[in-house]
């Protein structure tokens, strides 16, 4: 058997404690699949003291990544602290350039220095690996990278974070408020205690802007991600949605359009027969339309210790299974100095199906107001629902649903129906994405 | 730029074709993801005559598979000849140990030549990748072979035949016998002239019997998968399915018992809230439940030039861009020469609810008959239907949905009712399959 695959792994809170149970507990079964054993050699993380319930006598401890990055005896660099970005930055360049492979789960990283890294593995011809950075335990860097090499991508979207999927849920199935479900998911873990880079769309735009750069064979542009969260969505939504035939669901969403690539996170309406509707609680899932395929979709778990660890391994069993001295393995699907410059498309620009609630005084004439002003903006309504999904005697709920517009004229038509003063609140919209015929 | 790697195609069809095509039409697009051209240098097939909408010039012609295998300039045979086994074992096979990797869509040659073929390609350090021979496009064998490594997998099953999903499905939602939805299948090209290999589920078995090795790291066993097809499948137990929360599909099953792995293809009852529930037409699904993951869960389309195509091509991928002079690829995920001997779990030995469907004279004493012999096989109840489902003053339905109990019970009390003579009609009886919450 060929010598074994020597890895540092630096960060050791739960994903980098389960990386090194389950390389210890499972040693045999990965040693016959890889033809060589995959060893952790050198660990790095702050407490030394700390119980993580892992045997590391005889693995070489740093306190610091940075110096584990220069670690000749290492072959693999596994990058799992999260945070601290700028530390996580520079052991991540120092092990490439030192000649490490290099396997990370860092979204935050990536996202800002994806393309720079990218280049210096390609130069130096090792490979840098992310499968646990974008849908923890699903697949679908490998998917895009490796088996969709033919295909054409033209359309991506998915649930990229299980946070808000677990929210979204909940106020569907059990009919509670935003802030209620939040505060369940606090208390079962699926919520940080500071959970706004979850519900903010935040987590959902770093994996999205890995999968666009992935699908479209563009530099990665963080910046140019569309964000909303999901802290605006109301039960009078979920409801109003069910009842016409939609599920809401924070999508990420990439595609190309005439102007150029739309990257998206929102709130939307996806038709309640279409497979990502049915994809519950803190699942993932994955679609990606192509010219060859139509689409392919990946469901699983997108988070926790264990699915983490077993994209993580995943990535390094791809290492230790290769044997030649260089590697070619553009770490983004095309060379990282063949990308091409991301060209954003506007969100004014976007075309589709809205839904629109407005709370209105309940006197006469304010529906036709409305209607007057979605005609002068050229917006076409496919349903139109007034009830009073409040108990309350002076104010309505009018819920339209628009046939393809852009976002401009919705924006216009809003804010001319707001100037007219028969809005109680603000007016919602959600986007509606459409879906291929199932 | 790397020298291109040479491909030599066998079999012009439909995917063949295919294949020769995308390659030339995605030659730069390739180049840059690979680092190195994929060029077809060789084909064989039968007609040279034919017209295939490719140009040939400038490539070699081969009236014979096996001569092409022995071509020694091609690095990579790619088989796509389907149908006879002979010719096609001797090519592959001659290919292999002429040092060619060879690229395959040919189910029934690795249910049935699988391990033997995989021992020479190890032996060689080529590779013999078969993405396209499961799931069509769906990147399954790869999500197996590679993203996998770390995990235990319990039980895979899924709906590996587009033929028969679309019958099911057109059954379902338009009500029309199974004999009317093969035709259209056939009027469709869902369906071949004789659909006897796709309805009686052996298509869906040469799939399972691959999918079972890669999952418990066994020799592949075609014949010990327990085969049923959907020609039995009524429009009564569609519609019964239906009112009790469920839906018909064919799925292959395999699964880890005490007493051995368990291979199945049969008609199987889904909870209509399931995701696998939710596959419909040609499309194929496939869950795979893991220790680290949970259930993964994968979907796209099954068949089709474009789709097979797709998927060779990315097999076709993964050996342009290994570079090396020995190649580490277990074909099988783990080691032909390692892989444990099949253990079959007999199908009487299976536990599980059912659905059962009587036809029985409507008499008195009838049900307290069927009860009785339930009991005595100690079959728990968890629903009973019992209706006038067909118009007809003289004879009843009775449905019933078993709690979980044996196939020998099962068979042993429909034996004891059929024998108390009952019965208008044979009975039905379509196994339940549990899945996890979604």
């Known amino acids: 058997m060929a010598e074994a695959l020597k890895v540092g792994v630096a960060g050791l809170g739960t994903v980098g404690a389960s990386v090194v149970r389950v ?95 990218a280049i210096i593995a390609e130069q130096k011809g090792v490979f840098l690996h992310f499968e646990a950075a974008v849908a923890g335990g699903i697949p679908v860097v490998k998917a895009m990278r490796e088996s969709l090499v033919s295909n054409h991508i033209s359309r991506i979207y998915g649930i990229l974070n299980g946070t808000c999927n677990y929210i979204l849920t909940r106020m569907f199935t059990e009919g509670f408020s935003f802030k209620d479900c939040l505060a369940d998911a606090q208390r079962l873990g699926y919520a940080e205690a500071d959970p706004t880079f979850d519900i903010e769309g935040n987590d959902t735009a ?78 993932n899932a994955l679609s990606i339309q192509s010219d060859l395929l139509g689409e392919l979709l990946f469901s699983g778990p997108g988070a926790g ?54 709370n209105v005084h309940d006197r006469a004439g304010v529906f036709a107001a409305v209607a007057r002003h979605m005609a002068d903006n ?17 104010e309505k709920t009018i819920i339209l649903i628009t046939h393809e517009t852009t976002e401009v004229n919705v924006r216009q038509a809003l804010a001319e129906i707001e100037k007219d003063g028969h809005l109680v609140a603000k007016s919602q919209f959600i986007r509606i994405e459409r879906m291929a015929e199932n």
Request: glycine content about 8%; charged content about 20%; overall charge neutral.
């Open 206 to 283: 770093h994996k999205l802007a890995l999968l666009t750069s992935l699908a479209f064979g563009t530099a990665i542009s963080l910046d140019d991600v569309y964000v909303e969260g999901i802290h605006n969505i109301s039960q009078i939504d979920i409801r109003a949605a069910d009842e016409l035939g939609y599920r809401i669901k924070l999508l990420g969403v990439a595609l190309k359009t005439d102007s150029g690539i739309e990257q998206r996170v929102h709130p939307t309406m996806v038709p309640t027969s279409s497979m990502i509707a049915q994809i519950n609680g803190v699942t």
């Open 378 to 394: 050229h917006i076409s309504l496919e349903s139109i629902v007034q009830r009073p999904f409040i108990e309350n005697q002076i």
């Open 23 to 117: 390389l210890c507990e499972k040693a045999n079964s990965l040693a016959c699949q890889c033809g060589r054993s995959i060893k952790v050699v050198a660990v790095s993380a702050r407490d030394k003291g700390r119980d993580r319930g892992i045997d590391l006598s005889n693995i070489r401890w740093f306190d610091s990544p940075v110096e584990m990055a220069a670690f000749d005896e290492i072959d693999v660099f596994v990058e799992l602290i999260g945070g601290e970005l700028d530390i996580v930055y520079t052991a991540v360049k120092s092990a490439l350039e030192a000649g490490h492979h290099v396997v990370t789960a860092n979204k935050a990283l990536l996202a800002r220095y994806g393309v720079e890294l």
């Open 305 to 358: 210790g264990m699915a983490t660890a077993s994209a993580v391994i995943g990535d390094l069993a791809d290492i230790a299974k290769a044997r030649s001295g260089f590697h070619y393995a553009p770490v983004l699907r095309r060379p990282a100095l063949e990308l091409a410059p991301h060209k954003k498309a506007r969100i004014s620009h976007h075309a589709g199906g809205y839904f629109i609630r407005l």
